[in-house]
């Protein structure tokens, strides 16, 4: 079974410190990994993404590691901006035309 | 930059009706996608759309369900007879020959009564 799964489905963090979210998957074959971020009312935005044979990828504040031995992969935000508070999912392809899997979501907060 | 829209942002129904979802993708895409998000679970593949054909479709996407690119620039849901359980957001997406990425449309939010 192909899962994607983000068991935390809150965090509260200070403007200004590191966010930590995290992923853990169940199938050693995905190709690579994806970070959305999404407003309500809006589509998922990309964030960042990481090919399965890397085990960092960094872009500005954002960072996404990948553990593979453990199957668990986490974006990092740093440092966390107000309007960093969204919801933000994981997601990796399944099948030939790469659909995505989706975890459940972790609503960030990023309190001022 | 270029971005996938869609039409209508919200859209109410009565059930047992016809809607039709329409989504432009990002031009020079060859990939295009939709998922579905009931309030309050997870985002769900729907159905994927290559070369004018259905590549791959997830057991939600049953008979009510269709998809069509009926020109060059718009990529279209049907549903035929809509439910109750129907009502949900739906995000088209779209994808590059040569990159991984989906980028997502800004949804439709349906609301069958």
């Known amino acids: 079974d192909q899962q994607v799964k983000q068991n935390s489905p809150s965090l509260s963090v200070q403007e200004g410190r590191i966010s930590i979210l995290n992923c853990d998957y169940t199938?050693?074959?995905?190709?690579?990994f994806l970070w959305y971020k999404k407003y309500p009312a809006e589509g998922p935005t990309f964030l960042i993404s990481?090919?399965?044979?890397?085990d960092k990828n960094e872009d500005g504040r954002f960072t996404v590691f990948l553990n593979k031995s453990a199957k668990h992969l986490s974006l990092h935000i740093v440092p966390s901006q107000p309007g960093d508070s969204a919801v933000y999912f994981c997601?990796?392809?399944?099948?030939?035309?790469?659909?995505?899997?989706f975890g459940k979501g972790t609503k960030l907060s990023v309190k001022p | 930059e270029p971005e996938v829209t869609q039409t209508p942002s919200h859209q109410v129904t009565q059930m047992g009706q016809e809607v039709i979802l329409r989504c432009v993708p990002i031009?020079?895409?060859?990939?295009f996608y939709w998922y579905r998000q009931i309030l309050g679970q997870k985002v769900e593949f729907l159905v994927s759309?290559?070369?004018?054909?259905?590549?791959?479709k997830s057991e939600i996407f049953d008979d009510q369900f269709s998809v069509e690119r009926p020109d060059g620039s718009n990529f279209t849901l049907k549903i035929r007879s809509t439910k109750l359980e129907d009502s949900a957001m739906y995000f088209c997406?779209?994808?590059?020959?040569?990159?991984?990425?989906?980028?997502f449309g800004p949804g439709t939010r349906l609301l069958v009564l």
């Open positions: 759309f290559y070369n004018n054909e259905i590549s791959e």
């Open positions: 199938n050693s074959m995905f190709d690579y």
């Open positions: 031009s020079n895409h060859l990939y």
């Open positions: 997406a779209s994808r590059a020959w040569t990159e991984e990425t989906q980028y």
């Open positions: 990481i090919s399965s044979i890397k």
């Open positions: 997601a990796a392809p399944r099948g030939s035309q790469g659909n995505l899997i």
